[in-house]
C-alpha cells in the first residue's frame, strides 16, 4: 500500500499557484518525499524531491513540514499543459516506487 | 537525448497467446524497472534489473510474467497464456543508478489489450 494520502482531485485557474498536498504521517526518517506527474497518455514524469528541507527547482517548489508528516507541491503559475495526476510518492534507498492513486489537477481558463 | 522508448504503442492479442514487450532504456542507465498501470490507478511495480541480473522481482503477479535484460541495456517483459486481466498500460522507466534516490525516466508504455 502507498504511504501517502493525497486528495484525488483539485482545480486550479490558470495562471493561479497551484498547491497540492500530501500527508505521509508514518515517513521514516531516512525516506524521501518524491513527486511526479502523469499527463494523460505518457509516462510519468519526475518534478522534484526532498527530504527535510524545503527544495525548489524550474518546475516548481516542494514544502515539507519540521514533523516531515506532510508536504505540498507548489507549481507557481500554473498553465494548462499543467493539467495532469500528480503522485507523492515516500521512499528510502532500496524499495520500490509505490504509486497511489494520485491528485487529478485541472487548470481551468 | 533519446528517452526510454518502449515497443510496440499498442499490442492486441487474444487470451491464452504469448507477448513479448520491448523497453530500450536511456543509453548508460544501469538500473531498470517494468511498471504496469491499469485504467484510473497508479503504475504498479513489477520488477527491477540492476545491470543484467533481476534485482528484485517481487512485483511481477505469477510464474506467466517472466523479464530479461541479458546485455544490460534492451529489456523483454515476456508474457505466456495471456489472461483479459492482463489487459494494461507496461511502463518502462530507467535510471542512472540503483533506485532509492535517483529519477526514474520513463517511456510512454505500451498498452496491451487481451481480446
Known amino acids: 500500500d502507498a504511504k501517502t494520502t493525497q486528495p484525488p482531485s483539485m482545480d486550479c485557474a490558470e495562471g493561479r499557484a497551484a498547491n497540492l498536498p500530501c500527508n505521509h504521517s508514518?515517513?521514516?526518517?531516512?525516506?524521501?518525499v518524491y513527486w511526479y506527474r502523469q499527463i494523460h497518455s505518457q509516462g510519468p514524469q519526475y518534478i522534484i524531491h526532498g527530504l527535510k528541507n524545503n527544495e525548489t527547482n524550474e518546475m516548481a517548489s516542494l514544502i515539507i513540514t519540521e514533523d516531515r508528516k506532510s508536504s505540498t507541491l507548489i507549481l507557481p503559475h500554473a498553465t494548462l499543459r499543467d493539467t495532469a495526476v500528480y503522485y507523492c510518492i515516500v521512499i528510502s534507498g532500496g524499495q520500490n516506487f509505490v504509486f497511489g492513486p494520485g491528485t487529478r489537477l485541472s487548470v481551468l481558463p | 537525448g533519446a528517452g526510454v522508448s518502449q515497443t510496440p504503442s499498442n499490442k492486441v492479442t487474444e487470451k491464452g497467446k504469448y507477448v513479448e514487450l520491448r523497453c530500450d532504456p536511456i543509453?548508460?542507465?544501469?538500473?531498470l524497472y517494468w511498471y504496469r498501470q491499469s485504467l484510473g490507478q497508479g503504475p504498479e511495480f513489477l520488477i527491477y534489473f540492476q545491470g543484467t541480473g533481476a534485482a528484485d522481482d517481487s512485483g511481477l503477479p505469477n510464474d506467466r510474467f517472466f523479464a530479461v535484460r541479458p546485455e544490460g541495456s534492451v529489456s523483454t517483459l515476456k508474457i505466456q497464456r495471456t489472461e483479459r486481466g492482463d489487459s494494461a498500460v507496461y511502463l518502462c522507466?530507467?535510471?542512472?543508478?540503483?533506485?532509492?534516490?535517483?529519477?526514474?525516466?520513463f517511456g510512454p508504455g505500451t498498452r496491451l489489450t487481451v481480446l
Open positions: 522507466a530507467s535510471s542512472s543508478t540503483s533506485w532509492g534516490y535517483n529519477e526514474q525516466f
Open positions: 543509453s548508460g542507465h544501469t538500473a
Open positions: 508514518t515517513i521514516s526518517g531516512n525516506e524521501y
